[in-house]
Antibody, heavy 118, light 107 residues
Framework: EVQLLESGGGLIQPGGSLRLSCAASGFSFSSYAMSWVRQAPGKGLEWVSAISGSGGGTYYADSVKGRFTISRDNSKNTVYLQMNSLRAEDTAVYYC???????????WGQGTLVTVSS | EIVMTQSPATLSVSPGERATLSCRASQSVSSNLAWYQQKPGQAPRLVIY???TRATGIPARFSGSGSGTEFTLTISSLQSEDFAVYYC?????????FGQGTRLEIK
């Protein structure tokens, strides 16, 4: 069974940094791309970033390019999202997601809430 | 970036009746179209991919159709557990953008 468990969310001041983690299990982690998708409170879904199985390919939405960095550690079955220069509009639940057939999102984690506020 | 537009924003349907949700892409996405179901406080769940293929564990009352720029999700006989928000998303290229969602509510 695919399991994706996010952590690292919390309250952070504007301009601050936060690193999200997603621990994966139940599948061959290094074989598949992983992604982050966010959802602002009461709003729709926004794709944020993706990374290839090897980690050699990374992709970003324009809204986070230059501020967020996606990475993975295949020895730990974990994907990360380093978020810098955070803004109020980055406030959202951040979902980790598995892309078996890139870039289709097949499975989602339960999400971690990031609140950017002073 | 391909823009996805869903209609209607809210759909009120009685249990046992049919629901039809629409999704339009600003340019062709071929059949690279998925539908997700999201219930309050939960993560989205894949319902349909490839425009018409049901994901694992999805009941046969869910069906998808369309290609190019026009797509439809049909739920043939609504059950109580089907009332949720539904999002379409293309995965034709990056960014894989979502529609704004259709809220399916009990009439």
């Amino acid at each position: 069974e695919v399991q994706l468990l996010e952590s690292g969310g919390g309250l952070i001041q504007p301009g601050g940094s936060l690193r999200l983690s997603c621990a994966a299990s139940g599948f061959s982690f290094s074989s598949y791309a992983m992604s982050w998708v966010r959802q602002a409170p009461g709003k729709g879904l926004e794709w944020v970033s993706a990374i290839s199985g090897s980690g050699g390919g990374t992709y970003y939405a324009d809204s986070v390019k230059g501020r967020f960095t996606i990475s993975r550690d295949n020895s730990k079955n974990t994907v990360y999202l380093q978020m810098n220069s955070l803004r109020a509009e980055d406030t959202a639940v951040y979902y980790c997601a598995l892309m078996i057939t890139f870039p289709l999102i097949d499975y989602w984690g339960q999400g971690t809430l990031v609140t950017v506020s002073s | 970036e391909i823009v996805m537009t869903q209609s209607p924003a809210t759909l009120s349907v009685s249990p046992g009746e049919r629901a039809t949700l629409s999704c339009r892409a600003s340019q062709s996405v071929s059949s690279n179209l998925a539908w997700y179901q999201q219930k309050p406080g939960q993560a989205p769940r894949l319902v349909i991919y490839g425009a018409s293929t049901r994901a694992t564990g999805i009941p046969a009352r869910f069906s998808g159709s369309g290609s190019g720029t026009e797509f439809t999700l049909t739920i043939s006989s609504l059950q109580s557990e089907d009332f949720a928000v539904y999002y379409c998303q293309h995965y034709h290229n990056l960014p894989p953008s979502f529609g704004q969602g259709t809220r399916l509510e009990i009439k």
